[in-house]
């Protein structure tokens, strides 16, 4: 590992071209890489080195460092291959057996999504035994025997106590898919995806929106990303909408119908199809913002647009075709990038240390890699494969992130330094590594098909002299081959010639219009405002603010205020947020909401009564206090059903989450509808956590855990208020 030393020399020298051919040159670092008689490799730079035994497969190309990378990749790979893993929050920290993968040096336990993206990423290539003995282990049933029998995916440990503040678990589906081939694992995914697909149904899904509640995939330390004041209130996160996440269920949907098909269920097939089909419809109504080109990384639970963007969620938009055509190399054409790298979040936060903010994680590159490769984007494709093969060769293993201006592994900053964590050989990163060589370069896709689309910028570093280059692979070796004529940006196949499990691909060049990466983008976002203050004023509210704001209203864009303006009054809900607009347009994250109007508090024991003042719509919610964990971690997210009786209709159901809080909170809300005078009775019924799994019997890390499962809060009043614009007096 390179020492702080390092760190500031990165900082602070001046960038200079890389070889890329036996090592590279940045900011004033030299790495090198040789190759000894018997294939085994040393990485060297000026504190240390790195020596990588002879790797099982080989790739051969002109660059030592190329190929030297991917033998320690692999060799990371070897080192992640465990018996049993570890983590102090299950267990007591005691060896658990598994013949899996680790997720890392400082993290040697199975996470769900690091697993699960590292599988997608092409693990199951390299050893699909782990891979789904891994996934396996994040299956559970139910302990709870009053609760729905089932097989789901786990949501792990996290912010206010799990799912369903974050709902990221069906990526677990993303890796699960290349495994089917065998049966006995077949027959588990199955259930478990019709299973965790319905609960997500029940407890998640917002049929008024037609999206899917909950955190953005993996970035999930919320002052990083999140406005800072859910740090401790996190009722924001869980009742908003992102992007990665909702595609990650598009995904889920679309396997869902393809294996329902695959067992003759058809009515199923055709539902989940359908499903599937609404919530891209959805995800591009809701997520596309028109004046940057690009996808949200997540919106208000009203809908309130936020002026922040992720790369991930961004490439696995373009990747599954929620995003198309235009819109699909518009938004990654349109995200920023730095010498580096690409930044996993944008804009960055200026008053957040560097983790998932101001930084280049490799998997997320991984995926950007993969994006580019399919809207034909040369010029994305060579930055992400430079940055992913930089970041392994300056520390000698594949860590988990870099910081994004310098690629460090730590720069000092004070408060601001970081990354904050960062273990080698992150499984993830391997996995990011791997990708890069296989279909990055070598064009192997997940279906077998072989479909280069290498970058003509690379050839001097990859080819140099070379006429080819041969990728080893477990079961297939793959020969390029390139063309006299090298006229244009990017070489794709001509012919493609198989014998046996030799695959040997003729390139040609081509010349593709793509845009020239985005460089120049402001580097941070605006500080967010404090909440706006909402005063009477006869038939107004008068509305007071720091400064000139952006203010929305019920999730819409209303005016600007500088200091002071006004807004309509009436008896129906009024939620107003602000943003701040900096010289460069670009806004900062929402503030909290201010919310006036006839608020009905209904107190009392369950069921509780209440009669509805006029025909109309209605947000209800509860004030509660779960003090069952930290706002950070645990899996005791209380989460309850309220079933609303009103006279003359139907039985109404609203999910209620209460995460765990600071004191008393506010849970997430959810609309009714009630006829004017009618008389409505509201029960609280159990819903289901995380706890209740089997699984979490081994959690020693907090409630709900070995103790027992637990979802519960003490909840008191009982809050209903009309929607403005949908209620009417008779």
């Known amino acids: 590992m390179l020492s702080l030393l390092l760190a500031a020399t990165l900082a602070s020298a001046p960038t200079a071209a890389p070889p890329w051919q036996d090592g590279l040159d940045w900011h004033g670092v030299h790495v090198s890489m040789q190759r000894d008689s018997k294939d085994a ?32 990749a692999q060799d990371d790979l070897r080192l992640d291959s465990v018996t049993a893993i570890r983590d102090g929050a299950f267990d007591h920290g005691q060896p658990i057996p598994c013949h899996c993968f680790e997720t890392g040096l400082k993290w040697p336990y199975v996470w769900t999504r690091d697993l699960s993206y590292s599988i ?6 390299f050893d699909s035994t782990r891979a789904r003995n891994g996934l396996q282990f994040k299956l559970s049933g139910v302990r709870v025997p009053t609760a729905p029998r089932g097989l789901y995916v786990m949501q792990d440990t996290g912010s206010g106590g799990s799912w369903p503040i974050s709902t990221d678990r069906v990526v677990w589906f993303l890796g699960a898919q290349h495994l089917l081939n065998d049966q006995a694992f077949a027959d588990k995914v199955w259930p478990a995806l019709q299973d965790t697909l319905a ?35 996190v009722t924001f996160i869980a009742q908003s909408y992102a992007l990665s996440t909702n595609v990650l269920h598009y995904q889920a949907l679309q396997l869902a119908s393809s294996l329902a098909d695959a067992h003759h269920e058809m009515q199923a097939a055709g539902a989940y199809r359908a499903e599937a089909a609404a919530l891209k419809q959805a995800i ?16 208000g639970g009203d809908g309130t647009p936020v002026d922040t963007y992720d790369l991930l969620g961004i490439s696995l938009a373009v990747t599954s075709g929620v995003a198309e055509g235009e819109r699909a190399r518009q938004t990654l054409a349109n995200y920023p990038s730095w010498p580096a790298g690409s930044p996993i979040m944008w804009p960055e936060r200026a008053d ?71 273990s080698p050989r992150q499984l993830w990163s391997v996995a990011a590594y791997l990708d890069v060589v296989t279909e990055g370069v070598f064009g192997l896709t997940e279906d077998g098909k072989v479909e280069p689309k290498l970058p003509t910028a690379l050839l001097p570093m990859l080819f ?14 793959i020969t390029l081959e390139l063309p006299k004529q090298r006229t244009g940006n990017l070489l794709v196949a001509d012919h493609i010639r198989t014998r046996g499990s030799t695959t040997t691909v003729m390139l040609k060049a081509v010349q593709v219009n793509a845009a020239p990466l985005r460089t120049g983008a402001p580097l941070y976002a605006p500080a967010a405002p404090a909440a706006p203050t909402l005063t009477a004023a006869g038939d107004r509210w008068q509305v007071s603010g720091e400064g000139k704001l952006q203010l929305y209203v019920n999730g819409r ?21 602000a943003t701040r607009v900096d010289a460069h347009g670009l806004q900062s994250l929402p ?89 409505c009775r509201f029960a609280l019924e159990d819903g289901f956590n995380m706890s209740y799994l089997q699984h979490f019997a081994h959690y020693t890390g907090g409630a709900g855990g070995i103790d027992g499962p637990l979802n519960d809060a003490s909840i008191d009043d009982l809050l209903i208020a009309p929607l403005a614009g949908e209620t009417t007096t008779p």
């Not at 997608?120 to 290539?125: T, Y």
């Not at 591009?284 to 919106?299: C, I, K, P, V």
């Not at 140099?464 to 070796?477: A, V």
């Open 120 to 125: 997608d990423l092409g693990l199951w290539r």
């Open 352 to 422: 957040q240390p560097i983790y998932h903010n101001r930084a280049i994680w490799p998997f997320v590159s991984a995926y950007a890699l993969r994006a580019a490769r399919t809207v034909n984007d040369p010029a994305r494709i060579a930055h992400e494969i430079e940055s992913v093969m930089r970041g392994a060769a300056l520390y000698g293993s594949n860590l988990e992130n870099y910081e994004l201006l310098t690629q460090g592994q730590h720069v000092d900053e004070g408060k601001l330094s970081g990354p904050v964590v960062n």
């Open 591 to 679: 503030s909290p909401a201010t919310c006036a109007g006839d608020v009905a508090r209904v107190a009392g024991n369950w069921p509780r009564q209440w009669i509805a003042p006029a025909s109309g719509h209605y947000r209800v919610s509860v004030d509660y206090r779960n003090e069952h964990g930290p706002i950070s971690t645990g899996v005791t997210a209380a989460v309850k059903m309220l079933v609303i009786h009103c006279d003359g209709l139907p039985v109404q159901n609203v999910p209620l989450v209460m995460p765990h809080s600071v004191g008393t909170q506010r849970s997430t809300y959810g609309e009714f509808s009630a006829p004017a005078h009618a008389s």
């Open 464 to 477: 140099g002299p070379r006429s080819s280059i041969t990728l080893n692979l477990p079961d297939r070796r």
């Open 199 to 233: 609960q997500d149904r029940k407890y998640a899904f917002d049929a008024a929106f037609g999206l899917y509640r909950g955190e953005t995939s993996f970035m999930d330390w919320r002052e990083q990303s999140y406005p800072a004041w859910t740090a401790n209130n």
């Open 284 to 299: 591009n109504r809701h997520f596309w913002r028109a004046d940057r080109g690009m996808y949200m990384s997540y919106l």
């Open 557 to 577: 864009r209303a005016g600007t205020i500088d200091g002071h303006g006004t807004l309509p009054r009436s008896g129906e809900l009024t939620c107003v947020s």
């Open 41 to 72: 490799y040393t990485l060297a730079w000026p504190f240390g080195q790195r020596v990588i035994p002879a790797p099982p497969l080989r790739v051969d190309s002109a660059s030592v460092l190329f190929n030297g990378l991917y033998a320690m």
